[in-house]
């Protein structure tokens, strides 16, 4: 797993609960491990990748985990959010919760994904 601090993110602050943004990152990145392990096109350990990025840019602190595995479908992106989704890998509520812990934070939840890999971006506004 890398971890990257830009620079700029030197002295800023998001307001809120660091217990719960603690939680949510523990969910984003036991999902990619999980999306990792069960990926058929990454067949090697080593070429497995979890990338966490913080940053700030223009008021907005952004955290991102990405990985590379095998993606998140429309069809199931589309159901995330909405509601509990039906997962033989857990309960199926991880992306549902986090989603509302970080609107309650009053940031933004985003989901970028494709057969190459899933990116979820965290953006909170300069507090
Ligand atoms: N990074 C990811 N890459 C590929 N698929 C993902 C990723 N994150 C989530 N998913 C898909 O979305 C589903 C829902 O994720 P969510 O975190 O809401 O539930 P879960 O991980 O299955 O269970 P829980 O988080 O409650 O233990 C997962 O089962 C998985 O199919
Ligand atoms: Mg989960």
Same mark, same amino acid.
């Given at each position: 797993? *890398?971890?990257?601090? @830009?620079? +700029?993110?030197?002295?800023?602050? =998001?307001?809120?609960?660091?217990? @719960?943004?603690? #939680? %949510?990152?523990?969910?984003?990145? $036991? ?7 069960? !990926? &058929?096109? =990454?067949?090697?350990?080593? /070429? ?8 700030? *840019? /223009?008021?907005?602190?952004?955290? !991102?985990?990405? /990985?590379?595995?095998?993606?998140? #479908?429309?069809?199931? &992106? *589309?159901?995330?959010?909405?509601? %509990? ?6 309960? +199926?509520?991880?992306?549902? =919760?986090?989603?509302?812990? =970080?609107?309650?934070?009053?940031? $933004?939840?985003?989901? *970028?994904?494709?057969? @190459?890999?899933? &990116?979820? &971006? ?6």
């Amino acid at each position: 797993m *890398e971890v990257q601090i @830009q620079e +700029g993110l030197k002295g800023k602050t =998001i307001l809120g609960n660091s217990d @719960q943004l603690k #939680s %949510v990152l523990v969910e984003l990145i $036991n999902n990619s491990t999980k999306a990792l392990q069960r !990926s &058929t096109r =990454i067949l090697h350990k080593s /070429d497995r990748v979890i990338q966490i990025i913080a940053g700030y *840019e /223009d008021g907005i602190i952004i955290i !991102s985990v990405k /990985d590379n595995g095998s993606g998140i #479908s429309e069809d199931l &992106t *589309e159901r995330l959010f909405k509601g %509990v989704v039906t997962s033989d890998m857990g309960s +199926g509520m991880g992306l549902y =919760i986090s989603n509302k812990i =970080i609107h309650k934070m009053g940031g $933004n939840l985003k989901l *970028e994904s494709s057969d @190459q890999g899933t &990116t979820i &971006t965290l953006e909170f506004a300069e507090s």
